[in-house]
Structures are given as structure tokens and as C-alpha cells.
């Protein structure tokens, strides 16, 4: 495999040469992308300004030539997914033209018609949840935000072609961690299809450098690494790749998990939309200064890709020092102190961030990020081994945009006792599980589900109303959720952060917080369902009202993994 990479490292530098900066097409795209190979551009930054940022986005998509559609955010000023920066206590005021069309058969398709046209106008108010092919909303990732109309509501926010610009004004809260969130639409039966043509771009709260002192002056650069449709779907594997058996399918229609690490993927992966197609995955390329230490902060805003990243210089795993996962600093708590986890790869599930310092090779040698193969599951989607990017290093290469100060103020400690120490109110038992419509035709569609234990499975119904949960704000409760399918999925929920106290039945008690994590596949012989426990936070004040936990791989999402839960003040 290192081998291999190797080849296509080469390979890709020669692209890179011929193709930077180029765009693959002529006549004006409203969504441009760079073609494979491209250097890795930055996403343009806005910034708060008096503690205010202001943002007016329009979503538009493009049909392109393959029968793909893309779809983006474009500023007032024409940036695609723009990184919002804002600190904590800022207002965000951000509006959302829908400029999407109808693209007709193969352009938007969404297999959930019973969700479509049976509800009231909507007149830029949240109750009325109207939908179409054409409809969206926005999701602000991982921020503890009022999931109410006009700031964080995914439910009943459903923006037309033709509405006025919808506004979301929020206030970043005064204790959000500082780390990486990331935005993206959120409508039920529609999320796989915009995600996955590229609507997503981060959203960063300043201040990681006063958690951790170890990046005081770091540059930093943002990197979102997407997955879309194959560029390629009918090419063999490359020539260097060993031979593998027959190509199978998984229930989604992707390419089924070889349990090799090679083979078709099931979807091509991009990194800040430098698209790196099978089958030969020319990396795109990123210029360091030789030795320099930078912060990576890496979204995977994949639809059903999981990552497994990994730093290579010639066939030797470079550390990657991770220092946040999911927005929150590891020594956010301020147990850890100025702490910097060495670890030679790092997983990444569909939603998750990672944030890492990577050094930079020695003068005269490249680098390569890659991510390893991840064994999903028979069940799942194959992610094979493949190149991402080759690092550059020249002395002259151009320092990412932003640095973060070189002198922080630390952060003041939690007000709240460590959530590890709170006595939870109760335990509740979840379970991920899947269905064939008919069980004895494995092509047949799948239902997908996340049921409370007691509970009769059932798909998300966006109009029930009815909530799965019901908790108390002020209270913390335990979760264990299983997983009961032979595929990974990886649990989410909005408006709050849990700590992992058990993966797998065994004892970790994370010393941080996620808002992701990945639940093990069940391989049909276990005599137990593997499982992970998470202490769920209910304390904050803006966690109360009606909200979602689901699957993030959003083809499982869109088809029903998802459940309403009700915090109660
Ligand atoms: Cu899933």
C-alpha cells in the first residue's frame, strides 16, 4: 500500500503542475471547483467585528455532466463556504437565500415523497416545515445554541426557492469551547443529497490557544474534506492495486466494504473541494515550510465517509499531535493542562472534527497525507486506503492566512463541576438497527432506525411531533447506545456535548467531551451488541426545547435514524 501511495504521490505532484488553479469549467458555474490535483486553497475567512458578524449567504446548485449536483454557499461577496470566526458572546445575524432549482429527474431526488407539499405556506416564520425538492435550512454543528425558530431549529425551518432571505441570529455562547463547528442544511430526506454536492464550511470559536498553550503562534489552516458522487464509477482499479473479488454492494447502492483496504470506494473524498478521484487518487498539495508546526483543523463533513487520517514521510507514520476533538479542547476542563496527544492516525467518523498539530517534513523531502483504510462493517460503505495530499516544503511557501496569538490569555475555568463527576439522574438504552423491506431480497430498500429499548422501531417521522425523550434541563443522564446492524454508525446530537465513559463495555472516562462518536459494527456472532455509554449534559439552559439525535452518515439519517428529544426547563 505505502508503495502504492507512493507512486500516486508522484503522480499527483505532476498534475498539481499542469492544473493549479485551473477551474473545470469555462462558462460561469455557481459552485466552481478546483480540478483534482489543485493546490489546497484556504476558505476565505469572516470575522466578527465589535462582536458582531454578519453573513448573508445564498445556496445555489449546478447540474453537472456526470448527472451530479452540486450545491453551495456563496457570500454576498461571492466566497464559497466562507469559515465563519467569531468569539465567544458574538451575535451572529446570517441570512439564507434559497436559490436552488428543481433539476428534474437524477438532479434532486430524495426517496422520502410522503415529507413533500402537505403543509402550510411558509412566510418566513419556523410552523410550517413546507418541503420540496428544492427546500433547505441550516444546521450550526456542535454549538450549545437555542434549538428554537431563527437560531438552531431543524425541524420546522424550511426555506423555499422564492421566500425572502431567511435570518438566523444567535448568540455564540459565553462558554463555548473554542475549537472547530462547522454549518450545514438539515432537513430530513434532503440532508444526504445537499451535504454530499458540497453545502457545508466551518465555523471556528476563537481562543484554542487559551486552552492549550502549546499553540501560542501556530499558523493555522482549515481543512473540510467532503465526499461526493465517484468522478470516475466505471474505471478498474489502478494497476497497482492487488486483485480483489468481485465488486459487491452495500444496501445504500455504494460499493460494499472489500474488508481489504483497496478496491472502489464508496464515494470519492475532497479536501476544501480539490476533489482526489479513484482510481488513481492524484493527491492535492499543500506547501509548508520545512520543520514549521501548524494547527490542522480538519472537518469531515463527508456524507458517509469515515476517515482514518494519517501523515506519511516515505513509508514512516509522522505523530500527529491532536489537541481538540469536536470543537472542545482536550484540556478544556483544565485537568490536563497543556496537553498534546501524540498519536500516529486519527479516525474521524462522518460530523466529527479533529484538530492536530502537524509538523512539516525536513527540507528536501515531501510528505503525504493519507487516509487508511476503515473497516465499516459487512454492512458498510468501502473505505478503502488512499492519498489525500502531498505536503511541499520550500522555505518561501506562503504561511496560511491566520496565526493564533502568540501571548493568550488562558481561559477562565468551567463555572460547572467536570461532567465526569456528576451523578446522573438515570440510564436509558438506545439501540441503531436497519430493515429490509423485504428480508429475503438484500436489494431491496433498507429502513433504518434509532429506538429508545421499550420503544416499537420506527423511521424518524418529521411530523409526529412526539418526542422519543423527554429530559430535564439541569440534569445529566447516562446513554448506552447500541449498535444492532452489521455496518458502523456514528451517534450525534445537536445543542450539546457527552463525555465517553464506555466504548465497546470497557472503561475509558474521556477526560473531554464529542458530539460524535462512532458505534462499532455487530459482526452476527458477539454474544452482546457492542455498545458505547455517554453522559449526556442537560445543565445548559439553551438545551431546552425540542431537538434531534441521529446517525450522521446521512444516507441513515435521511432514512430514519434519527429521534426527537424534549428537555423540559
Ligand atoms: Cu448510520
Same mark, same amino acid.
Given at each position: 500500500m505505502l508503495k502504492n501511495l507512493l507512486l500516486i504521490a508522484i503522480a499527483g505532484l505532476c498534475l498539481s503542475r499542469s492544473?493549479?488553479?485551473?477551474? *473545470?469549467?469555462?462558462?460561469?458555474?455557481?459552485?466552481p471547483r478546483p480540478l483534482p490535483g489543485s493546490t489546497v486553497g484556504e476558505p476565505e475567512d469572516l470575522r466578527s467585528r465589535n462582536g458582531v458578524l454578519k453573513v448573508e449567504f445564498t445556496i445555489h446548485n449546478s447540474k453537472q455532466s456526470d448527472g451530479s449536483t452540486r450545491y453551495c454557499y456563496i457570500d454576498?461577496? &461571492?466566497?464559497?463556504?466562507p469559515t465563519l470566526r467569531v468569539n465567544p458572546g458574538d451575535l451572529v445575524i446570517l441570512t439564507l437565500k434559497n436559490a436552488l432549482t428543481n433539476l428534474g429527474p437524477g438532479g434532486v !431526488?430524495? +426517496?422520502?415523497?410522503?415529507?413533500?407539499? /402537505?403543509y402550510e405556506k411558509n412566510?418566513?416564520?419556523?410552523?410550517s416545515g413546507q418541503m420540496s425538492p428544492t427546500s433547505t435550512n441550516m444546521h450550526f454543528h456542535? @454549538?450549545?445554541?437555542?434549538?428554537v425558530c431563527h437560531q438552531d /431549529?431543524?425541524?420546522?425551518t424550511s426555506i423555499q426557492p422564492g421566500d425572502p432571505p431567511f435570518e438566523y441570529r444567535f448568540h455564540i455562547p459565553g462558554?463555548?469551547?473554542?475549537g472547530l463547528y462547522w454549518y450545514h442544511p438539515h432537513l430530513h430526506g434532503l440532508t444526504k443529497q445537499q451535504i454530499l454536492g458540497g453545502a457545508s464550511g466551518a465555523l471556528i470559536v476563537e481562543g484554542i490557544e487559551r486552552a492549550d498553550r502549546? @499553540? %501560542? &503562534?501556530l499558523p493555522e489552516r482549515v481543512l473540510i474534506i467532503r465526499d461526493q458522487d465517484?468522478? =470516475?464509477?466505471n474505471a478498474p482499479p489502478s494497476k497497482s492495486e492487488p486483485v480483489l473479488p468481485k465488486m459487491l454492494f452495500d444496501r445504500d447502492g #455504494? %460499493?460494499?466494504? !472489500?474488508?481489504? &483496504?483497496? +478496491?472502489?470506494?464508496?464515494k470519492d473524498i475532497s479536501i476544501n473541494f480539490v476533489p482526489v478521484p479513484y482510481? /488513481?487518487?492524484?493527491p492535492a498539495s499543500i506547501g509548508m515550510k520545512p520543520d514549521e508546526q501548524q494547527l490542522w483543523r480538519v472537518v469531515n463533513?463527508?456524507?458517509i465517509t469515515y476517515l482514518n487520517l494519517e501523515l506519511l514521510i516515505g513509508h514512516t507514520p509522522q505523530p500527529l499531535g491532536l489537541v481538540a476533538l469536536d470543537g472542545v479542547p482536550l484540556n478544556e476542563n483544565g485537568? %490536563?493542562? #497543556?496537553f498534546v496527544d501524540w498519536q500516529a492516525h486519527l479516525g474521524v467518523p462522518p460530523g466529527a472534527r479533529v484538530e492536530f498539530i502537524a509538523k512539516a517534513p525536513p527540507a528536501g523531502v515531501s510528505g503525504l497525507l493519507v487516509t487508511r483504510t476503515v473497516d465499516?462493517?459487512? +454492512?458498510g460503505e468501502n473505505d478503502p486506503n488512499r492519498a489525500i495530499a502531498t505536503i511541499t516544503t520550500s522555505k518561501d511557501a506562503p504561511e496560511p492566512r491566520s496565526q493564533l496569538a502568540v501571548s493568550p490569555k488562558p481561559l477562565p475555568p468551567s463555572? @460547572?463541576?467536570?461532567l465526569g463527576s456528576v451523578v446522573p439522574v438515570r440510564t436509558r438504552r438506545l439501540y441503531f438497527s436497519e430493515k429490509l423491506l423485504?428480508?429475503? =431480497?438484500?436489494n431491496s430498500a433498507t429502513e433504518f432506525y434509532i429506538t429508545v429499548e421499550g420503544q416499537t422501531p420506527a423511521q424518524f417521522d418529521?411530523?409526529?411531533?412526539?418526542? =422519543?425523550i423527554i429530559a430535564k434541563q439541569g440534569t445529566v443522564e447516562d446513554w448506552i447506545i447500541e449498535n444492532r446492524s452489521n455496518e458502523l454508525h456514528a451517534f450525534h446530537i445537536h445543542q450539546l456535548h457527552f463525555m465517553l465513559l464506555d466504548y465497546r463495555r470497557k472503561?475509558?472516562?474521556?477526560p473531554f467531551l464529542r458530539d460524535t462518536v462512532n458505534v462499532p459494527y455487530y #459482526?452476527?456472532? %458477539?454474544l452482546e451488541y457492542p455498545s458505547v455509554r455517554l453522559r449526556m /449534559?442537560?445543565? #445548559? *439552559?439553551?438545551?431546552?426545547g425540542d431537538f434531534v439525535y441521529h446517525c450522521h452518515l446521512l444516507e441513515h439519517e435521511d432514512g430514519g435514524m434519527m429521534g426527537l428529544i424534549r428537555v423540559e426547563p
Open positions: 492544473y493549479r488553479n485551473l477551474y *473545470a469549467q469555462s462558462v460561469p458555474e455557481p459552485c454576498a461577496n &461571492g466566497r464559497e463556504s !431526488t430524495t +426517496g422520502h415523497e410522503h415529507v413533500h407539499g /402537505d412566510e418566513n416564520s419556523c410552523p456542535g @454549538l450549545t445554541i437555542p434549538p /431549529d431543524v425541524l420546522k462558554n463555548q469551547p473554542p502549546a @499553540l %501560542a &503562534g465517484l468522478l =470516475n464509477p #455504494d %460499493a460494499a466494504n !472489500t474488508g481489504t &483496504g483497496f +478496491g472502489k470506494p464508496a482510481p /488513481d487518487y492524484p463533513a463527508s456524507e485537568m %490536563a493542562g #497543556d465499516t462493517g459487512a +454492512g463555572e @460547572l463541576p467536570w423485504e428480508p429475503n =431480497n438484500p418529521p411530523k409526529s411531533g412526539v418526542p =422519543n472503561t475509558v472516562n474521556e #459482526d452476527g456472532k %458477539a /449534559d442537560f445543565r #445548559d *439552559a439553551n438545551t431546552v
